[in-house]
């Protein structure tokens, strides 16, 4: 009985190890502003390119005595994370992208006539990943 739970265990453990390559993500570009725009408007990407857990910074707007930002890890991010394109366009939002660090980029989008205000950080590394949402909306 022992061999057979044997067998089976190391018969699981290569199994395990066997994932064939095709499997892993692709990366869809070094150059970030091609690399956002996959990003936005494709769901896969995002869930391949979107670290786990994610960090979530949010505005407790009934914060005593005033609002504070509350940051919290994401284990299983619901998506999309990001509208796309069409989404942003027909919400009227502004969108803005700057660099911050070395190998670290910062994506505003922000409402016209409202205070709706999301920062999305990416960070390379073998590719773009998503890492932290801010969202500063009161």
Do not use: H
């Amino acid at each position: 009985m022992r061999k057979i739970r044997f067998a089976m265990t190391a018969i699981l453990i290569a199994l395990a190890g066997a994932v064939p390559a095709a499997s892993a993500a692709v990366c869809p570009s070094q150059n970030f502003p091609a690399f956002l725009d996959t990003f936005m408007n494709d769901v896969a990407t995002q869930r391949a390119f979107t670290a786990r857990p994610l960090r979530s910074i949010v505005i407790d707007a009934m914060a005593e005595p005033e609002p504070k930002p509350v940051t919290r890890m994401i284990a299983v991010p619901v998506f999309p994370v990001m509208p796309n394109a069409r989404k942003q366009a027909d919400a009227g939002l502004r969108r803005s992208v700057s660099n911050q660090a070395e190998g670290e980029v910062e994506v505003t989008l922000a409402g016209r006539d409202s205070d709706y205000q999301m920062r999305y950080t990416f960070r390379k590394a073998d590719c773009w990943q998503l890492y932290r949402i801010e969202d500063d909306s009161l």
